[in-house]
């Protein structure tokens, strides 16, 4: 992304594994997208359903809609590790351990780090940490025997190790959600204050209550989340093949070119 | 980019360094293991290091399962962060919209 961004550690830029996070979806995203959207069809329908409790005003239908979403979130984590576990065995040529053995460690230790991102947030390094661990959990225990308080500890390590490099990478993504989210608003904008009164000749009033109601904008965050979130699911493989790679000196860029035929 | 050469063969260029050691090594020096390089020191070392965490295996266990039996306490909280969230939301103008 911006090669100045190198930091001391290495000579490699610190944005370098989202470029090739772009470069990968573009590539192969038809191979992980079908996994990705098992993956988050129960998050969205108890999302969506959860809004719609919001917008109606049905404080006691909350706690089931909470519980539902709570529920499809290990779902989402499960099928995610599988979207990761697939990417990992083609960047690394080997398909790692096996996946239901692993998976009981990985979503133990992506609820540590929903813990520390969600509610250790107003601390701010918590959710740095969390992050971090979130996304590379099921590439760093499938990768090699570690056990989950091993892989936690790789993770808050690197984290430690290279926090200017973590911080660059969360500002980057930071940056590129509110532009995306700056973006929609515009278009949203665009749609009804010039395309429909001018040049389709159509009221807008309805369409505009709409769009800037709360449950409509509350949507659209939570769809421009799921691309986000797509992107970190699989930049977290990436990023920590980049750790790896840049440690046994294998080229990742050479990988990439490689898979990419 | 310097092109670095092998600590035992100077005359051949490296291939990465091993993560022990942190020394520059060619094919014929490195030994791949858990999807890293290492030298020939450098997994003597490894070998010394696991033998010498051998005796917290039974501390490791007992982590684990503390991670694994944590989880239903998180889910609960996760569960608990959605209901303040959404609630919050509800309670800032959920219902105007």
Known sequence: MNSFLADKTSNSPALRPLDDTVEYIRANGARVVPLYIVAVAPTTMATLMLLDTVSTGMYSALPEGCMLLAVATLWKWAWGSAVQARIQAALSGRSGAPLPGRMTYIIALKLVASMAMLWGSFLVLPAIYGFFLSGMAAPILLDSGRSALEGAQWAIRWVGDSMNRALKIISAVSILFLVAYLGVTLLQLMITHTVMPSLLGMDPTELSLTIWGWAWQMAVLYMLFLVFDFFWMVASVLLYHDIQSRRAGVDLGQRLTTLGG | ?97
């Open chain 2, 1 to 97: 980019m310097e092109l670095r050469y092998c600590v035992n063969h100077p005359e051949r260029p490296a291939i990465g360094e091993c993560v022990i050691t942190k020394k520059p090594i060619c094919p014929e020096c490195s030994t791949r293991y858990e999807g890293v390089n290492y030298s020939r020191e450098g997994l003597a070392e490894l070998k010394r290091r696991r033998a010498r965490n051998t005796g917290l295996g039974f501390w490791n266990k007992v982590a684990n399962m503390a991670m694994v039996a944590q989880a239903p306490v998180s889910l609960f909280l996760l569960y608990q962060y959605y209901l303040y969230i959404f609630t919050a939301i509800l309670n800032m103008g959920g219902k105007s919209g």
